[in-house]
Every structure is written in structure tokens, then in C-alpha cells.
């Protein structure tokens, strides 16, 4: 019955989002001029993201060629494993195959939909500001669904099948098995998140640079010649790095919270018997409250609409509430329909994830929105120039990690302290896994207002660079406006998530050392070499970002390069702005191969850095355990990964706030400043000392929210699900 209803729900969502596809791609495609513009990005998008993938391909087949040859030929079978070394080995292997093939087939499905809608969205906006409204939102719902059903059907399909076979003594074994998905899925994300933010914002510092900076044009100006490659990185940056990121997010997240179900079920197997509670409630208990998450975004969505006059974050917040109160509904009737006589205290904890959740959208809009203090210090600090608009947007950053750590320690200690209320043994840890699923409840809403905003920033860049009337330009400005908050606040979403999750993730692992004989209780930093295996995992989260960033510096200097080459022919006014003449014509092609080959160059150091270092330490150490017999402080390479899992999670989350917020912040004082009237004498508006000094605090943040802090939260779970899978590797 409950995998039955797993299934039922997931296809409803596929169900929905063909609806939503039929309805969006029967909508206007506009004017042969918008057209071209929209084929241009189509033809760019689907370009690199076809050769991103025959690269993250290559990558994937040699990790599953290296975890079946550890799993079968180079680990020790001990007497707790769940299945012989050569079906471990397989299933291990396969679910990370599977895992790897949907997050992939997620990011693709995430830009096929944003290529096809921003031109319908740019259409619709002729009509009516709710018309383009709800064109961008329900073509971002298409993503939203599939994302989230895909992961839903490819853990519940696995489970079914493995438990079909009987590959295992015992269903609750089965998580076990299928970790791997889950790791596979966190490997295809992170580099679809890292090679497409390198692009977007190589791209999009390059054009902005040399564009409004140097030759004193608008944003999305067609005669700059970086501006297609622009509007490409939205789709392979934020539609389809955003896609697999989600996507790994709930299938990681699902696989460690069925992993911790199983222990409970086991721990209080004849509590559960008495009160009628059968194993399959309580492990498939995170997927079916996926399903009932599925069905209260699918009418989040449909209820959304707008007037002209109204505020388009007012009728997305409605949509967003109503999808939190129906969540709040399923997951009432889940918890009691799986969990009997103790119902209660796990649907407070799903409460507390769904709260978390909204609280975490308030504290990101506090700090990323200009109708607040902390963009607002950042536009006064523009009119003193560059630095200490730059000093002024560190300084949002950093002091933007507070609320949120202070809102996910709440969270935990809350969920943590209702679930051991239950009376249920070890239920404390389960009910932190219930709040992280009720975080998760909104997901398929929440990617959709992702997807929103790149739809709606490449809708008007359409709208720019065909010219249409400055009308219809009013009303993309306003949803890209819009566009730019949900971005915000979704990657706050991400972190918050990613956070929940990777304490729920880290217990997931500990778990699992139990399950394979090792019992770790607690993780003793008091050893030197667990101290090494934690600042070993707080390096990796910095030499990361550095090298994300200066992959952005590299690949945006060779674009600043090509752009100042083309207008070199041109000649400038007394202030530098270029003089264009009618017969110039903007070379796109060359700055989209240019940021296309460079990218997919400089995502492999880092993100095999990610995979590396985990896998090494906990071999290093286990060797060193083995060859030092009774050495002084007996921490196995288990504990040492555990210790770099621990303080590496803790330093990305702050570090991934701090940058996104940083970021987002500055993106909002940029397009501050530009609603301001033009006014010389004041240095207010667009092309202003003011304007300039915003837009370069903007190009230091690009780098910061679009490329190292989402990737962040990726490589978070990345190391969850590689410690999570090579667990046995390090005992």
C-alpha cells in the first residue's frame, strides 16, 4: 500500500508536469525578431550543456569502474555485511550509475524547459504582466515536478526492486544498498553546478564590465557582444545546475532519512508490532511525505495569478503559503496513516521543517532585498565608490550568517528533542530527519520560483535586444526584479536544506559504521588525527571556492579580452562611452565558445578535488590505523573522515551563506541604484559614479552566489554521500 501511493504520487507529478509542457509550449513565440534572439541562447545552451555532459560522463563511468573494484576486490568482507561483496559491490554501483543518469537528465530537463519558456514569457508579457507571470512560473513548475518525481520513482524503484529479488534478509537493509543513488546524484550536481557557474558568471561579469562599466551601455544591449553568452549561462548555470542540485538534494536526503527509519524500526521492533506499525510505514515514511509535498505544490502553483498593479512577489508568496499549509495537511495525515500511537511528535518535527523553511526565506529576504537596511547601507556606500561598496557588501555577508545558524540549531535541537519525546529508543535523530523532510515538502514550489527567476531575466533580455516597446520592458523589469528575490531566497532555501540535511546525513553515516560493525559513538576531535581530518575538511571548503572564483577571474578576463577586441574598431566620446556605428555587428559566437571551452576546462580541479579528498583521507588513515597497531590514540580512518565530515559541513554552511547573501545583496543595490532618477548633479541613476561603483560590487558578488556559494552547498552533501557510500571503505 505505501510504495503503491509512492508511485501513485509520483506519477501524478509526471502526469502534471506534461500538462504544464503542453500548455506552455502551445503559448505565442512572439516576433521573428524575439525568435532569433531566443534560438541564439537555445542553440548556445543546449551546446554546452551537450559537451558538459560528455565530460561529466567520462568522470562518472571511472568513480562507478572505482567503487565496484573497491566494494568487491579491495575491502574485507566482515560478518555485518548486508549482501555478498559481489552483490554490494553491484547494486552499490548501480544505484550510483542511476543515481549519476536522473541528476543529469534533471539538469538537461531544467534548461530544455527555460529555453522554451523565456521566449513564451516574453510573448505573454505584450498581453499582460499575469500572463508572463504565471508563463515563467508554471514553465519553471515543469522542472519543479519532474525534478522532484525523479528522484521520488528512482529511490522507490530501487527499493522495490531490490526488495522483489531479496537481495537482502530484510527490507530495512535496503537503504543500504541504494546510497549510492543518492552519491551519484550529489557527483552529476556538483559539476553541473560548478561548470555552470563558471559559464554564467564568466559570461555575465564579462559583459557587464566592459558593456555598462567601459562603454556606458545598458544591460542585455544586443550590440554587446558577451550579451548572448549571458543570457546562455542562465539557463546552464541557475535552470540546469539548479536542477540536479535539488534533485540530489531530495534523493541524499530521502536515502539518510529511510537509512536512520530503518535503525528505529529495529531498535523498537516489538513496540512497533504491538501498536500495529508495519517496517515499510516507517522506512518509506520520507517518501510518501514527498508525495503529499508533490501534491500541495501542484496547487501552490495553479492558484498563483497577479493585476497589473499588484506586486508580483505578493502573488508568489500566496502560492508559497498555500503550498506550506497543504504540506502541513499530508503531512498531518502521513503520520498518523504510518506512525499509529505516536504520530504526534513526528508531525511536529515535520512543523518544524516546514517553519524552518519560512523562516529561512524571511532572514534571506531580510538581507537580499532592497527594501531592507542591509542592501539599503550598500547603496549609500556606492556613492563613495567602488571600495567601500565592496567593503560595505563583506560586511552584509558576514554578519547575514547569524539568523540562519541561530534558525538551524533551533531547528535541530527542536526536532531532535520531540522526536525523543515519542518514547521510542534513538527516535531523536529520526526526528530530525522528519524536520529536514518537512523542509523538503515545498521543493517542487520552491524550484519552480528558481526557475522563475532565469526565465524572467532572459524574457527581458529577449525584450531588450528585439526592441520592443519600452511598455513591455516596464513589466519583465518588474518580474525580473522579482525574478532576482527568488533566486535569493532559494538558494537560501538550498542552504538551509543542505544543512538540516547534513546533520541528518553525518548521524546517516554513523548508522552506518554501526550497521558494518564499527560502533562510533561520539567523534573525538581531542585526537590528533581526527583534529587533522577536521581542518583537512575546513581547507577543502576554502581551496574550493578559490578555485571556483579564480576559475570565473580566468574565464571572464579571456571574455573582457574578446569584447574590448571587437569594439576596438569603434571610437569613444569624451567621457570613454563607445560611438557605435550602424554597420557594427556584435560577434556573439565567439564569446559563447570562448566561456564554453574554458569552463568545462576549469570545473574538473575542483570537483575532483571534492571526490579526492575524502576517499584518500579515510584510506590514509585506515592504513595508518592497521600498520600502527596500538598507537596512542586508535582513530580509524572511519573516525577521521567522520571528523572531516563534521567540521568540513559546519565551515560550508557559514561560508555558503556568507557568499550567497553577500552576492544576492549586492545584485539588489545594483538594480537599486538603476531605479534611481537620472540626476548628474546628485550621481543618482543609470550610468552615474554611483551606478558604476553598484555594478562593480554586483561583478565581485557574481562569482560569490552563482558559482562557489551554490556549489557549496553541493559539495555538502557530496561528502555526506561519498563518506555515506564508501562508509565500509574506512573501518
Known amino acids: 500500500m505505501e510504495l503503491l501511493f509512492v508511485f501513485l504520487t509520483g506519477a501524478l507529478g509526471v502526469f502534471f508536469a506534461l500538462f504544464l509542457m503542453q500548455q506552455i509550449l502551445g503559448k505565442d513565440t512572439g516576433s521573428e525578431a524575439m525568435r532569433r534572439i531566443s534560438d541564439a541562447i537555445k542553440d548556445g545552451a543546449e551546446a554546452f550543456l551537450a559537451r558538459q555532459n560528455k565530460t561529466i560522463v567520462t568522470l562518472a563511468i571511472a568513480l562507478a569502474a572505482l567503487i565496484y573494484i573497491l566494494y568487491a576486490f579491495v575491502r574485507t568482507p566482515t560478518t555485518h555485511d548486508v549482501a555478498s561483496p559481489v552483490s554490494l559491490a553491484l547494486w552499490t554501483t548501480l544505484s550510483f550509475v542511476l543515481g549519476a543518469a536522473s541528476s543529469g537528465l534533471s539538469g538537461y530537463i531544467g534548461m530544455w524547459v527555460s529555453i522554451r519558456t523565456n521566449i513564451r514569457t516574453a510573448a505573454a508579457a505584450q498581453k499582460s504582466l499575469n500572463d508572463a507571470l504565471q508563463v515563467a512560473l508554471r514553465g519553471g513548475a515543469i522542472s519543479g515536478f519532474f525534478v522532484v518525481t525523479l528522484s521520488l520513482l528512482g529511490v522507490a524503484g530501487l527499493f522495490a526492486t531490490i526488495d522483489a529479488l531479496g537481495v537482502v534478509k530484510s527490507p530495512a537493509q535496503i537503504p543500504l544498498l541504494i546510497a549510492g543513488y543518492g552519491f551519484g546524484a550529489s557527483f552529476v550536481a556538483l559539476f553541473a553546478q560548478l561548470g555552470g557557474g563558471i559559464y554564467t558568471k564568466a559570461a555575465d561579469v564579462g559583459a557587464d564590465l566592459v558593456g555598462k562599466v567601459e562603454a556606458g551601455i545598458p544591460e542585455d544591449d544586443p550590440r554587446n557582444p558577451a550579451v548572448i553568452a549571458d543570457l546562455v549561462g542562465d539557463n546552464v548555470g541557475d535552470c540546469a545546475g539548479r536542477g540536479a542540485d535539488l534533485f540530489e538534494s531530495t534523493a541524499a536526503e530521502n536515502i539518510g532519512a529511510m537509512i536512520l527509519a530503518a535503525t528505529l524500526y529495529a531498535s523498537n521492533q516489538q513496540t512497533f508490532q504491538a501498536n500495529n506499525i508495519g517496517l515499510l510505514g516507517v522506512v518509506l515514511f520520507p517518501l510518501i511525505a514527498a508525495g503529499v509535498g508533490l501534491i500541495a505544490s501542484l496547487i501552490g502553483v495553479m492558484i498563483v495569478r497577479a493585476s497589473d498593479a499588484e506586486d508580483p512577489m505578493n502573488a508568489l508568496n500566496r502560492g508559497y503559503y498555500v503550498t506550506m499549509a497543504g504540506g502541513l495537511l499530508g503531512f498531518f495525515f502521513a503520520s498518523q496513516w504510518l506512525l499509529g500511537a505516536f504520530w504526534l511528535n513526528f508531525f511536529l518535527c515535520g512543523v518544524v521543517g516546514i517553519l524552518t523553511s519560512l523562516a529561512f526565506v524571511y532572514v534571506t529576504q531580510y538581507y537580499t532585498e532592497y527594501r531592507y537596511r542591509p542592501v539599503l547601507s550598500i547603496v549609500e556606500s556606492s556613492r563613495t565608490g567602488p571600495a567601500t561598496n565592496v567593503i560595505s557588501g563583506i560586511a552584509v555577508g558576514l554578519e547575514s550568517s547569524a539568523m540562519p545558524i541561530l534558525t538551524i540549531s533551533i531547528a535541530i535541537i527542536a526536532s531532535y528533542y520531540l522526536g525523543a519525546a515519542s518514547g521510542l529508543q534513538h527516535a531523536g535523530l529520526f526526528g530530525t530527519a522528519v524536520a529536514t523532510m518537512g523542509m523538503l515538502v515545498t521543493a517542487a514550489y520552491i524550484l519552480a520560483m528558481d526557475n522563475f527567476g532565469p526565465i524572467t531575466d532572459n524574457a527581458g533580455g529577449i525584450v531588450e535586444m528585439s526592441e520592443q516597446p519600452d ?20 538558494k537560501g532555501y538550498a542552504v538551509g536544506s543542505a544543512a538540516l540535511a547534513a546533520f541528518l546525513l553525518f548521524s546517516a553515516y554513523l548508522d552506518e559504521l554501526r550497521n558494518y560493525g564499527l560502533n562510533l559513538e561520539a567523534v573525538n576531535l581531542n585526537k590528533p588525527e581526527v583534529f587533522i581530518g577536521g581542518m583537512l575538511g575546513a581547507m577543502l571548503v576554502f581551496v574550493f571556492s578559490a578555485l571556483a572564483m579564480r576559475a570565473v577571474g580566468n574565464a571572464a578576463q579571456g571574455v573582457i579580452v574578446e569584447v574590448r577586441r571587437q569594439f576596438a574598431v569603434l571610437k569613444r566620446d569624451g567621457d570613454g562611452s563607445v560611438i557605435f556605428t550602424p554597420d557594427f555587428k556584435p560577434d556573439y559566437r565567439a564569446c559563447v565558445d570562448l566561456v564554453t ?28 590505523y592497521q600498520v600502527g597497531g596500538s598507537h596512542p590514540s586508535g582513530a580509524t580512518g572511519a573516525e577521521v573522515v567522520a571528523g572531516l565530515l563534521m567540521i568540513g559541513t559546519i565551515v560550508g554552511i557559514m561560508v555558503a551563506l556568507f557568499l550567497n547573501n553577500a552576492g544576492g545583496a549586492w545584485d539588489n543595490a545594483k538594480k537599486y541604484v538603476e531605479t534611481e532618477p537620472r540626476d548628474k548633479a546628485a550621481n543618482t541613476g543609470k550610468g552615474s559614479d554611483k551606478h558604476k561603483a553598484a555594478v562593480v560590487g554586483d561583478t565581485v558578488g557574481d562569482p560569490f552566489k552563482d558559482t562557489a556559494g551554490p556549489s557549496l552547498h553541493v559539495l555538502i552533501k557530496l561528502l555526506s554521500t561519498i563518506t555515506l557510500v564508501l562508509a565500509p571503505l574506512f573501518i
Do not use: C, H, Y
Open 597 to 624: 571551452s574554458s569552463a568545462l576546462k576549469q570545473m574538473v580541479l575542483p570537483g575532483t578535488l571534492v571526490v579526492a579528498m575524502p576517499i584518500v583521507t579515510g584510506v590514509v588513515f585506515k592504513a595508518v
Open 471 to 490: 511598455e513591455i520592458r516596464v513589466k519583465t523589469d518588474k518580474l525580473d526584479a522579482v525574478g532576482n528575490t527568488t533566486k535569493a531566497l532559494t
